[in-house]
């Protein structure tokens, strides 16, 4: 158990509307990531934070944003969602490890925007 | 652009089979090469993870091949159970060590392991 809850876990939304999912981590890891899961994607990574009022884009950022004012909290807005935003959103903190970069990921949050 | 493409996408296997999920990658900087594995309604969970410079790490009855002249890494999964039915995915990412290396992941591999 990494110590990390996503919320809501679920959510309906109509087209247009601003969302915003939230991840809160209780390991004080220094590194967050917010990724989407799509069938036959894999996971693609949305925006990551590297620490307090610090983050960048991932490879699919057009139509999110984050913010992270505590350590613990990392949020993710959809500011107009869309159809194509129906999707289930991954929480994940990292490590440095022995061997590389062991990154751990949350329950998930399942999103459909109708 | 897929950096990590990953085949199958689906595979059935017998109970006490070999499964075995194959990858490709693209980006030579990549020097870490994990494994996920996922099972409906859970987030990803890390099974086994490789570095370059070994061509083959072994985990109980999971072993990651690699093969760096080719691009290629590949997860086997031994004596396949029901309990193995899941979705895998390989990822590849750059600077080993560092906390803030970003993932890329293939696209998945759905396995059902038949009783």
């Known amino acids: 158990d990494a110590g990390i809850t996503q919320s809501p876990r679920h959510k309906v939304t109509e087209t247009g509307t601003p969302v915003t999912l939230r991840c809160h981590q209780t390991e004080n890891h220094r590194y967050m990531y917010w990724y989407r899961q799509d069938p036959g994607h894999g996971l693609r990574l949305i925006h990551y934070?590297?620490?307090?009022?610090?983050?960048d884009k991932g490879e699919v950022s057009d139509g999110y944003s984050v913010s992270r004012s505590k350590t613990e909290d990392f949020l993710l807005t959809l500011e107009s969602a869309t159809s194509s935003q129906t999707s289930v959103y991954f929480c994940?903190?990292?490590?440095?490890?022995?061997?590389?970069?062991?990154?751990?990921f949350g329950e998930g949050s399942w999103l459909t925007v109708v | 652009q897929q950096q990590v493409k990953q085949s199958p996408q689906s595979l059935i296997v017998q109970k006490g089979g070999i499964s075995i999920i194959n990858c490709a990658y693209e980006n030579t900087a990549f020097d870490y090469f994990p494994w996920y594995q996922q099972f409906p309604g859970k987030g990803p969970a890390l099974l086994i993870a490789?570095?370059?410079?070994?061509s083959e790490k072994k985990e109980g009855r999971f072993t990651i091949s690699f093969n760096k002249s080719a691009k290629q890494f590949s997860l086997h999964i031994m004596d396949s159970q029901p309990g193995d039915s899941a979705t895998y995915f390989c990822?590849?990412?750059?600077?080993?060590?560092?906390?803030?290396?970003?993932?890329?992941f293939g696209g998945g591999t759905r396995v059902l392991v038949k009783p």
């Open positions: 490789i570095r370059p410079d070994v």
């Open positions: 990822a590849a990412s750059s600077g080993i060590k560092a906390a803030g290396n970003k993932l890329t």
């Open positions: 994940a903190i990292s490590e440095a490890g022995t061997s590389g970069n062991t990154i751990y």
């Open positions: 934070s590297y620490g307090v009022k610090d983050t």
